[in-house]
Nanobody, 116 residues
Framework: QVQLVESGGGLVQPGGSLRLSCAAV????????VGWYRQAPGKERELVAR???????MYADFVKGRFTISRDNAKNTMYLQMNSLKPEDTAIYYC??????????WGQGTQVTVSS
C-alpha cells in the first residue's frame, strides 16, 4: 500500500523558517514527479513547487526566492525548506507524487501557521 507521510509543520512567527518532509512508502520514489501543494481556508489547493522527472525544480511566483524543494531518492523522501515565512503562507501543505497519466498519490497534509 502506498503512503506519503508529511511531517515538520507547526506554528512559526513571520520571518521564520520551517522544513517539511514527506516520506514515501510503497513506491519507487525516483521515477515519480513530486511536488508540494497547499490549501488555505476557503481557498482551492494550489501548487507551491515541484520537481519533474527529468527536470529541474519549478516554483509558484509567490514562493520564489523563499522556498526550496528537494528530494533524496535513496531515502524515498522529499523536502520543502520554507524561509522568510509570511502570514499568507498559512495553510495545510500536502505532498504529491505522480507518474505519467496515473492518478497522483497525496499525503495527509501538515498544518503550517505563520503568526505572531
Amino acid at each position: 500500500q502506498v503512503q506519503l507521510v508529511e511531517s515538520g509543520g507547526g506554528l512559526v512567527q513571520p520571518g521564520g523558517s520551517l522544513r517539511l518532509s514527506c516520506a514515501a512508502v510503497g513506491i519507487i520514489f525516483s521515477v515519480y514527479d513530486v511536488g508540494w501543494y497547499r490549501q488555505a481556508p476557503g481557498k482551492e489547493r494550489e501548487l507551491v513547487a515541484r520537481i519533474p522527472i527529468p527536470g529541474t525544480a519549478m516554483y509558484a511566483d509567490f514562493v520564489k526566492g523563499r522556498f526550496t524543494i528537494s528530494r533524496d531518492n535513496a531515502k524515498n523522501t522529499m523536502y520543502l525548506q520554507m524561509n522568510s515565512l509570511k502570514p499568507e503562507d498559512t495553510a495545510i501543505y500536502y505532498c504529491n507524487a505522480q507518474r505519467g497519466g496515473l492518478p497522483p498519490y497525496w499525503g495527509q497534509g501538515t498544518q503550517v501557521t505563520v503568526s505572531s
